[in-house]
């Protein structure tokens, strides 16, 4: 059973740094693409970072420069550093795993980003 959990989230002022983890179990995770995406309410899902298996990083414009992924293939793990919150970063973040068809979910972690 795969299983992904994600931690790491809360409220935090403009300005402030949050590390998203998201622990991941019951997959051979060295071969999976990583991908961060966010919710916001009344809003799309939406991609904010995504690693793939060689360690390859790609981002959106709007977190660009704000924001790093990274994985621990030993911890089975993936980071989500985020550095120069702004408000408008509030959302739920959510973690997922692909490797080809197979794709999975974590439950999501709340972000709020307010002074």
């Known amino acids: 059973q795969v299983t992904l959990v994600e931690s790491g989230g809360g409220l935090v002022q403009p300005g402030g740094s949050l590390r998203l983890s998201c622990v991941t179990s019951g997959m051979p995770f060295s071969l999976y693409v990583m991908r961060w995406y966010r919710q916001a309410p009344g809003q799309q899902r939406e991609l904010v970072a995504l690693?793939?298996?060689?360690?390859?990083?790609n981002y959106p414009d709007s977190v660009k420069g704000r924001f790093t992924i990274s994985r621990d293939n030993a911890k089975n793990t993936v980071y989500l550093q985020m550095n120069s919150l702004k408000p408008e970063d509030t959302a739920v973040y959510y973690c997922?795993?692909?490797?080809?068809?197979?794709?999975?979910w974590g439950q999501g972690t709340q972000v709020t980003v307010s002074s």
């Open positions: 690693i793939t298996n060689d360690g390859s990083r």
């Open positions: 997922n795993a692909q490797l080809g068809i197979a794709s999975y």
